[in-house]
């Protein structure tokens, strides 16, 4: 009985050092978005998109935030349109709001890259320069 409640106790650390991991991924991403460094935050998401439904649900909102501007500010449309969806609709959910400006980067980025036609991908750029705001 003591052997089997110290494994659980074991199981449950384990359980809460990784997800504690998983957020330091994410908070890493973030910075690395948030200094323009597109190409590392993608990095550093890539580690936990398997895991990112261990997250709590702000913490996937920003994740799917983050990996699909990146992918965006990267030229990789159709994979920003992809997590950027996701990211509108798990910022829905109660406590997965995303902060307002990035809400509003969001639903700009998402209104530029819908596509218009029966087509599944993104559309094309318009210009060469972009028309969502640098990240702050």
């Known amino acids: 009985r003591q052997a ?3 494994a659980l106790l074991l199981l449950s650390s384990l359980a809460l050092g990784a997800c504690g991991r998983l957020e330091e991924h994410v908070r890493h ?8 460094r597109y190409g590392d935050a ?12 261990e997250l ?15 992918a965006y500010r990267l030229g990789h449309r159709d994979e920003a349109l992809y997590y950027l969806s996701i990211g509108k609709q798990t910022a829905l959910q109660p406590h997965g709001a995303l902060p ?37």
């Open 56 to 70: 709590r649900i702000d913490n996937q909102s920003r994740f799917y935030f983050v990996r699909g501007m990146s």
């Open 4 to 6: 089997t409640s110290l």
């Open 42 to 53: 993608e990095e550093w998401l890539e580690r936990v998109e398997i895991d990112v439904g």
């Open 29 to 36: 991403a973030d910075e690395a978005y948030r200094a323009a």
């Open 100 to 136: 307002p400006a990035d809400a509003e980067v969001l639903e700009r980025t998402l209104a530029e890259l819908m596509p218009t036609d029966a087509t599944f991908g993104a559309r094309a750029a318009q210009t060469e320069s972009a028309t969502v705001a640098a990240p702050p």
